[in-house]
């Protein structure tokens, strides 16, 4: 065991298959039993993040959370990191160009000579990432696209698809509503070699933005996203990219319902415990999965529940349409909620890569999106009786009860060293949590 800012601190592993480790969970066990601790903060961090990264995440929200906190308090609460299997797979071009061009503040020139495939040395390294990350089972998709990369044929293209379906599991009947949507279009285009074919040649090229209004206007990206790569091997590397996306929620569903069942169910502290949950990013969907699947009322008293720039369906929370309906009503307290449109990763790169059609139209990413995201826009399609008014001022006074939107134009933005998707350890995050703990 080791310590943040006074508190006992304990890691949670998971493997990908929600599987904890059980020396981790133990320590909790004991730690909450020791008489000392009266709540439990589990943490969960997002995507590219090795455990040097959640530590140090972890322990810079935590320790400007305690800043805000009665001197006597942060001893008195445990906080639990998720370790969680989410290797880093770099390789999405489209949303990396988007980030660099928006940092830089211009795009749209159009220049054709620019255009081109991407070479054999970054093809090659683009399939071994995606090998690493998602293992043995990619290497008939790799095959096969290693076949279709010379000329995007009807079976060549029907066997990328099929191979890549089977890879990440793509299942289109599954009870999770947002993975069921995004595995329906692998579904269609495995079950049929033309539309196999539609699907790859319409990711030959980079994806479209049309100036007017929204993100796109705010975000100055002009009226074409005109990145270098266009043919069969970006059009593959796109495709594999999407799996990745498609993997990570999947993952971060099924190690929140591990935390849920085999971590958080499993614990029966001597004296009542108040939980709260955290989440960034993909860690933010696996903590909502953890908060649908928790038994209420369990053996530890569920309080609040805070997302930071989720990476997740805006839709995600809505009854009879989200991933998660049975969330809302669950914690005594608060669910806050940060979004931006400062956040590129949200805001453009998410809803590119969870759609496999080319179809961009002037609301990408924005509110009347199908695709956006909870970090981007906040929650959406919830009753008005449910949802706290917008705090877009940075008061922090969250409902018990309720939903809670915050605007994070102001305090989560990019900085010399940091974007802003990264940015949610900063000061007034850590204030923002305090008062979610606080409520």
């Given amino acids: 065991m080791g310590a943040i800012a006074n508190s006992p601190f304990v890691w949670l592993k998971f493997d990908e298959k929600g599987v904890v480790d059980a020396a981790g969970l133990d320590e909790l066990s004991r730690v909450l039993n020791s008489g000392g601790v009266d709540e439990l903060v589990v943490m ?23 800043a805000f906190l009665a001197p006597e308090r942060p001893a008195r609460i445990t906080v639990g990191g998720v370790l969680w299997s989410s290797k880093a797979y770099p390789d999405n071009f489209d949303s990396e160009m988007l980030a660099a061009v928006s940092q830089a503040g211009a795009l749209g020139r159009r220049d054709a000579a ?3 495939d991407l070479d054999d040395a970054d ?34 293209a029907h066997d990328l698809v099929t191979f ?54 705010a975000q100055g990206l002009g009226d074409i996203v005109q ?11 796109r495709f594999l990219n999407q799996l990745t996306y498609y993997e990570m929620k999947k993952r971060a569903g099924v190690v929140g319902n591990g935390l849920a069942e085999s971590a958080l169910q499993s614990l029966a502290p001597a ?49 009879n349409l989200g991933a998660f309906p049975s969330v809302v009503g669950k914690p005594t307290g608060p669910i806050v909620i940060t979004h931006t449109h400062n956040d590129i990763a949200c805001t453009l790169a998410y809803a590119i890569a969870s759609r496999l059609s080319r179809d961009t139209a002037q609301g990408i990413g924005d509110r009347r999106d199908e695709f956006g995201a909870m970090g ?12 706290a008014p917008e705090d877009e ?40 949590l305090a008062a979610t703990l606080s409520c």
């Avoid at 599991?169 to 070699?193: F, G, H, N, Y």
């Avoid at 990145?227 to 590397?237: D, H, N, Y």
Wanted: positive net charge; proline residues 5%.
């Fill in 44 to 66: 969960s961090h997002g995507w590219k993040n090795d455990e040097r990264d959640a530590e140090k995440l972890y322990r810079t929200l935590w320790t400007h959370c305690c």
């Fill in 114 to 116: 620019a255009v081109r």
């Fill in 123 to 156: 093809f090659d390294r683009i399939l071994a990432e995606f090998e690493n990350f998602i293992g043995p089972g990619s290497r008939a998709a790799i095959a096969a696209a290693r076949v279709a990369a010379s000329g995007l044929t009807a079976n060549e």
């Fill in 164 to 217: 890549g379906a089977r890879a990440v599991a793509a299942d289109a009947c599954q009870s999770d509503v947002e993975l069921a949507k995004d595995a329906a279009p692998v579904a269609r285009s495995a079950a049929d070699a033309a539309k196999a074919k539609t699907l790859l040649l319409a990711l030959t090229a980079p994806p479209r933005l049309q100036i007017g209004a929204g993100v796109v206007k």
């Fill in 227 to 237: 990145s270098l790569f266009s043919g069969p091997k970006a059009a593959i590397a």
């Fill in 271 to 319: 004296r009542p415990i108040r939980l709260h949950l955290v989440g960034h990013s993909f860690g933010a969907r696996l903590v909502t999965a953890a908060a649908d699947r928790l038994a209420a009322p369990g053996a530890l008293d569920f309080f609040s529940l805070t997302l930071l720039q989720g990476a997740y369906s805006h839709n995600g929370l809505a009854q």
């Fill in 376 to 387: 981007a826009n906040g929650p959406q399609r919830l009753e008005p009786t449910v949802l």
């Fill in 393 to 432: 001022t940075g008061a922090f006074r969250p409902e018990r009860g309720k939903v809670n939107p915050i605007l994070a134009d102001r305090f989560i933005v990019k900085t010399e060293s940091v974007d802003a998707h990264n940015n949610v350890d900063n000061k007034e995050c850590g204030r923002l």
